[in-house]
T-cell receptor, first 116, second 117 residues
Framework: DTGVSQNPRHKITKRGQNVTFRCDPISEHNRLYWYRQTLGQGPEFLTYFQNEAQLEKSRLLSDRFSAERPKGSFSTLEIQRTEQGDSAMYLC??????????????FGEGSRLTVL | AQSVTQLDSHVSVSEGTPVLLRCNYSSSYSPSLFWYVQHPNKGLQLLLKYTSAATLVKGINGFEAEFKKSETSFHLTKPSAHMSDAAEYFCVVSRSHGSSNTGKLIFGQGTTLQVKP
């Protein structure tokens, strides 16, 4: 499978614990995005990377959230001191480099976080 | 600022009848518009996109959408619904394709399409 891969698919944790999600984009895509989707809502932009550089962060991304893409390939999204309001589906997407960008994002199946 | 409004949170049709999912957009820039579909336990998939070329856009699985600037609308249609079309549909806007386009998407709240046998 050469699509966007996310792990774990589902994480249940207790409030106050830290969690980390991983995203492996399509290999030739240099742009990578994180979105959050809560129940009954559309996805909301969190942040995006071009290669290893984090170029934009949403105000939704509080200081408990940190995203990295150290080698410009896979990315991690860490949430520290989780709160019940962090319960959501975390979606990763990737896209072609700017010179070949067609407007399409390729999404993974998401990582569902449940904070008890 | 950019935004999209999906006018129906839930649409129910019978198999074989037409589908209409309504979307209005707001954008200060020349927009790119998309429809994405999300089936249960599946990733979001692009159905179709408008990027300032033809105003009538054809997508996968028989879906179409028409960009109407005067009405700021981008409604999704299909002549005949199939059971497999049952899913969540999202209307999406971004800045127009170009050197400043970051791929940051603004999603609507979604429309659940139910298809009855």
């Amino acid at each position: 499978d050469t699509g966007v891969s996310q792990n774990p698919r589902h994480k249940i944790t207790k409030r106050g614990q830290n969690v980390t999600f991983r995203c492996d984009p399509i290999s030739e895509h240099n742009r990578l995005y994180w979105y959050r989707q809560t129940l009954g809502q559309g996805p909301e932009f969190l942040t995006y990377f071009q290669n290893e550089a984090q170029l934009e962060k949403s105000r939704l991304l509080s200081d408990r959230f940190s995203a990295e893409r150290p080698k410009g390939s896979f990315s991690t999204l860490e949430i520290q001191r989780t709160e019940q309001g962090d319960s959501a589906m975390y979606l990763c997407a990737s896209s072609e480099p700017k010179e070949r960008y067609t407007g399409e994002l390729f999404f993974g199946e998401g990582s569902r976080l449940t904070v008890l | 600022a950019q935004s999209v409004t999906q006018l129906d949170s839930h649409v129910s049709v019978s198999e074989g009848t037409p589908v209409l999912l309504r979307c209005n957009y707001s954008s200060s820039y020349s927009p790119s518009l998309f429809w994405y579909v999300q089936h249960p336990n599946k990733g979001l998939q692009l159905l179709l996109k408008y990027t300032s070329a033809a105003t009538l856009v054809k997508g996968i699985n028989g879906f179409e959408a028409e960009f109407k600037k005067s009405e700021t609308s981008f409604h999704l249609t299909k002549p005949s619904a199939h059971m497999s079309d049952a899913a969540e549909y999202f209307c999406v806007v971004s800045r127009s394709h170009g050197s400043s386009n970051t791929g940051k998407l603004i999603f609507g709240q979604g429309t659940t399409l139910q298809v009855k046998p």
